[in-house]
Structure formats: structure tokens, C-alpha cells
């Protein structure tokens, strides 16, 4: 098939950045409507977090398994069958009679969810061939999670304030049908020479592990950790990373590839991702709280105050790309490290939420933090690893986003349900220093050479997947 036309290729890219908008958005609004169906469903803080976690729980056990499959199947194919998916999943949240079923309704639009971005950015590198055409498309990719970021809590602040919090999921119904139209008239089918083989056991291993030891940290402290719930989760949990670790090192193909963990700046880019977006999800779920439940703000106030942060988040994203670009991952992942260690501490020792200035500072600086981490992690990822597993390295890197949210979230909601919310914000600047540590120890000559050990290891799999087949 010939190569797509300019204003062809851009209007992909407009497509695919469509559906990480919806699903960004979804995100970022729904923290702000979270004190809104809590009084409406009387939902506990454990019944907050699954609203969140469901979600990102089923999201970072379906990414690696989706990217394949698409691979295998179609691209055009699986990201309909996601668009279609999380916009039936939106459609049932907003008709959810209680909790319960809107939980389960989340689960649903997360399935739909890691169809979409993995797939979609597949999608924009198959289409964009030149080197600086595809790195100015995922340029603009990147900047719309910061527009998410910064647009998010004031619609949906807005939405909650006027319609209700059942309003966030209907956005997603327009958009989801316009870009289901859009795919199906301009994205063209493309699918991998050869995909990687499913790898079902390794994928059911994934899903045990994360789920009960998410659920045992967020159900611990009303069942008691000391329960034989509490304590069997955490043991299926141990029994799971157990038996995945030698099951995938004897794999050909495996779901997870222990070997990419041999490589320093790979591994620091794993806990990097885990670290940041753990203090991304504890950072909003405690505040959301704090300024409507504390300071009895609206949604649409509370939204406006959180507006430093995401403009700092839209600014200082494209300029680490930058910094990545010109002088390397080290320098932004360290600004990133004192930025998020700072703002957790302005609350958790200095009282930030006491005062306006020191709100707006701590609001500020996560902003910044957050804002430069983003790059930096992919970067690092991939750092000195063949083509042919870069794209193996990306995928893990966006499941360890998507586990850090999940566990921010199950860890700093268990603190707010003990009461100790002065040790949420504890958590959230330990896990800037975490970020601060590794990206130091990580970026270094001795991190790099690691890297180049790991890369020299034969990997099964790149002799079988060299070029792309593309059909229209």
C-alpha cells in the first residue's frame, strides 16, 4: 500500500490523539467528581479507590497483551473494538444504580482502554516513517496528556457542579462514535510480519499479582491486616511474582521479558514510572478530598484550584522533551525528583493546605515535577536497547505507569482511611525522592554500560518480527 498523504497522516494523528484525550480526560475528571458520588452512592474511601483502581488495575494487565494482539490481528481492528468498548463502558457508568455495578461498568471501559493508547501509538509509528515527521507526531501525542491534565478538573468541575456526576461519562459518547467513524474511513489496517505469540499463563500470573495485592492494601484496614483475607491476598500475591519470574525467563516469547531487567537504566525506568505515578494518583485522590470534603468547596472551585498544577504539567512536559533531547534523561529526572519531594513535604511538614501561598506553591512544584518526569522514563527505558525490543521496553514502561497509579491510590487511600492522611502526603514525597535516587543512580556511565550488556544478549524474537505487513 502507497504511504498515506500528508493531511492523511495528520488526520490519523488526529484520530489517535482523540482517544488518548477521551481516555485522559476520563481520568482526570472523574478524581474531581469522587466526594460527589461518594454522597450520592454513600460510598466509603475503600469504594472511592475502586472507582480508580478497577479501572487501572484491568488497564495495566491488559497493556502488553493488547499491543500483541493487534499486532497479530490488526491495528485498525482492536483499536475499533476498544473505541467501541470504553464508549459502551462510558454509557454504563452513567447509568450505574449503585457502587457496585459502576466498578464493575470501570472494568469494562479499562478493556476498551488498553486497546486504545498502545495500539494508537503503533498506529502513529507505522504511519509516520520519517525519523522527525514520527518524532513531532509523538510530540503532539504527548502534549495532549498535559491538555487532559489541565482541562480535566475544570470540565469535569463544571460538568459535576451543573449536570452531575453521571454527565462525565456522556462526553465520552460523542467523541467515542466521531472517532469510530474517523478510523473506520481514514486509519488503514497494518499488523506485524509476525507477532508475538499470546502468552496466557504469564498474563494470568500478571493479573493474580496485582490484583490481591491491590485489593489486600485497599480492603486491609476495615477487614484488619491480620485477617485471613488480608494475609491469603498477600500470599496469592507473593506465590504469583514467585512463579512468573522463572516461568517468563523460559519463555521464547514471554509477556514480560526478565532480561530488558538486566539493564540499569531499564529497570530505573520501571520503578521511576511505578514512583511518579503513585504520587500522581495519592497527590489527587488526597486533595480531591481535602478542598471539597475539608474546605467544602464545589467541584468546579476545587478543579480551578488544581489548575497550577496541570498548567505547570502542560508547560514542563514539552520542555523535558527537549531537555531529553539536548543534554539527556539525568537532568529532568532529577529536577523531577526535588520538584515532587518538595511539594509532598510543603504538606506534609509545613501545613500547605493551611494557607493559600504554600497551596499554591505545593500545587506549583508538583506541576513542575510531574511535567518533566514523563520523558525522561520512556527515554530511559528504551535507553541503549536493539529497535526490536524498544518497543517490548515502551509497553512496560506504560504498564509500571498504569501499576504506580493503581497503588498510590490502594496505598494513600488505606492511610486516609486509618486517618492518617499526614501520611499520605509523607508517601507522596517519598516517592519523589524514590524518583530523585534511582533517576541518579540509573543515568550514569556505569547504568549505560548495563545497558549495552543487555542490548548484546541474542533476543528469539528479533529475527521474526522485521517489517510491518500493511493492508488497506
Known amino acids: 500500500m502507497p504511504e498515506p498523504s500528508r493531511r492523511r497522516r495528520l488526520l490519523i494523528l488526529a484520530i489517535c490523539c482523540t482517544s488518548l484525550l477521551m481516555v485522559s480526560l476520563d481520568n482526570t475528571i472523574l478524581n474531581v467528581a469522587l466526594p460527589s458520588m461518594q454522597r450520592e452512592l454513600g460510598a466509603s474511601v475503600s469504594g472511592l479507590q475502586w472507582t480508580i483502581d478497577a479501572y487501572t488495575l484491568v488497564l495495566a494487565s491488559l497493556l502488553m497483551l493488547a499491543g500483541s494482539t493487534a499486532d497479530r490481528l490488526g491495528r485498525r481492528r482492536v483499536f475499533q473494538a476498544g473505541?467501541?468498548?470504553?464508549?459502551?463502558?462510558?454509557?454504563?457508568?452513567?447509568?450505574?444504580?449503585?457502587?457496585?455495578?459502576?466498578?464493575?461498568?470501570?472494568?469494562?471501559?479499562?478493556?476498551?482502554?488498553?486497546?486504545?493508547?498502545?495500539?494508537?501509538?503503533?498506529?502513529?509509528?507505522?504511519?509516520?516513517?520519517?525519523?522527525?515527521?514520527?518524532?513531532?507526531?509523538?510530540?503532539?501525542?504527548?502534549?495532549?496528556?498535559?491538555?487532559?491534565?489541565?482541562?480535566?478538573?475544570?470540565?469535569?468541575?463544571?460538568?459535576?457542579?451543573?449536570?452531575?456526576?453521571?454527565?462525565?461519562?456522556?462526553?465520552?459518547?460523542?467523541?467515542?462514535?466521531?472517532?469510530?467513524?474517523?478510523?473506520?474511513?481514514?486509519?488503514?489496517?497494518?499488523?506485524?510480519?509476525?507477532?508475538?505469540?499470546?502468552?496466557?499463563?504469564?498474563?494470568?500470573?500478571?493479573?493474580?499479582?496485582?490484583?490481591?495485592?491491590?485489593?489486600?492494601?485497599?480492603?486491609?484496614?476495615?477487614?484488619?491486616?491480620?485477617?485471613?483475607?488480608?494475609?491469603?491476598?498477600?500470599?496469592?500475591?507473593?506465590?504469583?511474582?514467585?512463579?512468573?519470574?522463572?516461568?517468563?525467563?523460559?519463555?521464547?516469547?514471554?509477556?514480560?521479558?526478565?532480561?530488558?531487567?538486566?539493564?540499569?537504566?531499564?529497570?530505573?525506568?520501571?520503578?521511576?514510572?511505578?514512583?511518579?505515578?503513585?504520587?500522581?494518583?495519592?497527590?489527587?485522590?488526597?486533595?480531591?478530598?481535602?478542598?471539597?470534603?475539608?474546605?467544602?468547596?464545589?467541584?468546579?472551585?476545587?478543579?480551578?484550584?488544581?489548575l497550577p498544577m496541570a498548567l505547570m504539567c502542560l508547560v514542563f512536559a514539552p520542555l523535558s522533551g527537549r531537555l531529553v533531547g539536548a543534554r539527556g534523561p539525568r537532568l529532568p529526572l532529577l529536577l523531577a525528583g526535588v520538584a515532587m519531594t518538595a511539594s509532598g513535604l510543603l504538606f506534609a511538614a509545613f501545613g500547605a493546605g493551611s494557607s493559600d501561598a504554600l497551596l499554591f506553591t505545593a500545587y506549583v512544584l508538583f506541576g513542575i515535577g510531574f511535567g518533566l518526569v514523563n520523558a525522561p522514563i520512556t527515554n530511559t527505558a528504551v535507553s541503549g536497547l536493539p529497535r526490536a525490543r524498544a518497543g517490548v521496553a515502551a509497553a512496560v514502561a506504560s504498564t509500571s505507569r498504569q501499576v504506580g497509579s493503581s497503588l498510590g491510590v490502594a496505598v494513600i487511600g488505606a492511610a486516609v482511611a486509618a486517618g492518617l492522611q499526614e501520611t499520605g502526603w509523607w508517601i507522596v514525597s517519598g516517592c519523589g525522592a524514590a524518583v530523585l535516587l534511582v533517576g541518579t543512580i540509573t543515568t550514569g556511565r556505569w547504568a549505560a554500560r548495563t545497558a549495552e550488556r543487555a542490548a548484546a544478549r541474542p533476543d528469539p524474537h528479533a529475527e521474526r518480527s522485521r517489517n510491518p505487513v500493511t493492508t488497506p
Do not use: K
Open 83 to 306: 473505541l467501541v468498548l470504553f464508549t459502551a463502558g462510558s454509557v454504563l457508568c452513567s447509568l450505574a444504580p449503585g457502587l457496585g455495578w459502576l466498578v464493575v461498568f470501570r472494568m469494562v471501559q479499562a478493556v476498551g482502554g488498553s486497546m486504545l493508547n498502545p495500539v494508537a501509538m503503533s498506529i502513529i509509528t507505522n504511519t509516520f516513517t520519517d525519523p522527525r515527521e514520527r518524532a513531532r507526531a509523538i510530540g503532539v501525542w504527548g502534549g495532549v496528556v498535559g491538555i487532559s491534565m489541565a482541562a480535566g478538573p475544570v470540565i469535569g468541575g463544571a460538568l459535576v457542579e451543573t449536570t452531575g456526576w453521571r454527565a462525565i461519562f456522556w462526553i465520552n459518547l460523542p467523541v467515542g462514535l466521531a472517532a469510530l467513524a474517523m478510523t473506520a474511513r481514514y486509519v488503514p489496517e497494518s499488523r506485524a510480519a509476525t507477532a508475538r505469540r499470546a502468552d496466557p499463563v504469564g498474563q494470568l500470573l500478571v493479573i493474580a499479582l496485582l490484583g490481591s495485592l491491590t485489593y489486600g492494601i485497599i480492603e486491609g484496614a476495615a477487614a484488619g491486616w491480620g485477617s485471613p483475607l488480608i494475609l491469603g491476598c498477600f500470599a496469592v500475591a507473593a506465590a504469583s511474582l514467585a512463579a512468573l519470574v522463572p516461568y517468563e525467563r523460559r519463555r521464547a516469547e514471554p509477556l514480560i521479558e526478565p532480561r530488558l531487567f538486566r539493564s540499569a537504566p531499564f529497570s530505573g525506568a520501571t520503578v521511576t514510572a511505578v514512583s511518579a505515578f503513585a504520587a500522581l494518583g495519592g497527590f489527587l485522590f488526597l486533595n480531591t478530598l481535602y478542598l471539597q470534603n475539608e474546605r467544602g468547596l464545589s467541584a468546579l472551585d476545587a478543579g480551578l484550584h488544581m
